[in-house]
């Protein structure tokens, strides 16, 4: 992971060999980016509001699909949000589905509503 500014720190996932994954928060960007040799594989973006971390997309790199990153990369952001005392919103629907098979994350997820939905699309302006 990354501090706040984007400046790396160490990573909660292993990078032992060159190639290897890592995970890092760029706040600036609102969003979560996966890099293999240091280059920008797929992202998973959010907005914060108040204290829940809204995913609303998720996206890998077709150079670099089918490697597990979007696994990879949704594991570490919801590891770091709950590190930082959030909880999350799944409107992204892979991370709906990732929330399915990994149920360790039910006790930071709350519901999908309209409200948020609403409030995420005036936040994006869309």
Do not use: N
Not at 104 to 110: A, G, L, N, P, W
Request: hydrophobic share 35%; net charge negative.
């Amino acid at each position: 992971m990354t501090s706040p500014d984007s400046t790396p720190t160490p990573s909660t996932t292993p990078a032992t060999a060159p190639g290897a994954p890592t995970v890092r928060r760029a706040d600036p960007r609102h969003r979560y980016e996966v890099l293999v040799d240091e280059k920008t594989a797929g992202f998973t973006a959010y907005r914060d509001r108040e204290q829940q971390r809204v995913f609303f997309h998720t996206e890998i790199d077709d150079a670099f699909a089918g490697q597990g990153l979007a696994s990879i990369l949704v594991r570490e952001a919801l590891t770091d949000v709950r590190a930082a005392g959030l909880r999350l919103v799944p409107i992204c629907p892979y991370v709906a589905k990732f929330l399915q098979k990994h149920r360790e994350f039910d006790d930071i997820t709350d519901p999908v509503t309209d409200e948020i939905r609403t409030w995420l699309d005036a936040t994006l302006a869309r």
